[in-house]
């Protein structure tokens, strides 16, 4: 059993930066690749971001790629998003995932949920 518990959201401004943290509890963090999603107020929840397990590699939404990254810790169990040149349409609330592949992560087939933190980008 994995627990996830993200922080770090908050407002700011269009243009600005953020980082997310996703903490993580319980056993074999490091087999785990590690995800990022978000849900906008009436819309789907879409993938955002993984990086794998093993073999450091990442994978993102087309539409975030060059202004999100995901980095992970293994040392500290933690996995981040750095969101840069952020937008209105940014604003959603940000899950953290795990599951045991980067496939099933963007498949959205995820073992583990964080609670979401909320991001707030105003124009």
């Known amino acids: 059993q994995v627990q996830l518990v993200e922080s770090g959201g908050g407002l700011v401004q269009a243009g600005g930066s953020l980082r997310l943290s996703c903490a993580a509890s319980g056993r074999n963090f490091s087999v785990y690749a590690m995800g990022w999603f978000r849900q906008a107020p009436g819309k789907e929840r879409e993938f955002v971001g993984v990086?794998?397990?093993?073999?450091?590699?990442?994978y993102y939404a087309d539409s975030l790629k060059g202004r999100f990254a995901v980095a992970r810790d293994n040392a500290k169990n933690t996995v981040y998003l750095q969101m840069n040149s952020l937008k209105p349409e940014d604003t959603a609330v940000y899950y953290c995932a795990a599951a045991n592949t980067v496939s099933l992560v963007v498949a959205g087939e995820v073992r583990f949920w964080g609670q979401g933190t909320q991001v707030t980008v105003s124009s």
């Open positions: 990086f794998s397990g093993s073999g450091g590699s990442t």
